[in-house]
């Protein structure tokens, strides 16, 4: 059984920064996709980013201001986030995947706010 617990969600300002950190525990293997996806109030929850192994896979809307990363001893997955926006205001969920077997997390909320 695979468990994970975020952390790392607020409250901040437009322009601002947050780390989100995703522990995982279980049977982890790098080789599945370990990531982050979000949903927004009344919209479709959506990729934010995911890595499998060494490879990174962004959704469009973060590129650039977003950054994953893996700490494959911790079994544990970051999702830095700068120049936040408004719109990046969600729920985000930490994600690992075995083949079709799609685990979550609880989610942790960021709310991009003035």
């Known amino acids: 059984q695979v468990q994970l617990v975020e952390s790392g969600g607020g409250l901040v300002q437009p322009g601002g920064s947050l780390r989100l950190s995703c522990a995982a525990s279980g049977r982890i293997f790098s080789i599945n996709p370990m990531g982050w996806y979000r949903q927004a109030p009344g919209k479709q929850r959506e990729l934010v980013a995911t890595?499998?192994?060494?490879?990174?896979n962004y959704g469009d809307s973060v590129k650039g201001r977003f950054t994953i990363s893996r700490d494959n001893a911790k079994n544990t997955v970051y999702l830095q986030m700068n120049s936040l926006k408004p719109e990046d205001t969600a729920v985000y969920y930490c994600?690992?995947?075995?083949?079709?077997?799609?685990?979550w997390g609880q989610g942790t909320q960021v709310t991009v706010s003035s």
């Open positions: 890595m499998t192994g060494g490879m990174t």
């Open positions: 994600n690992y995947r075995i083949v079709t077997i799609d685990y």
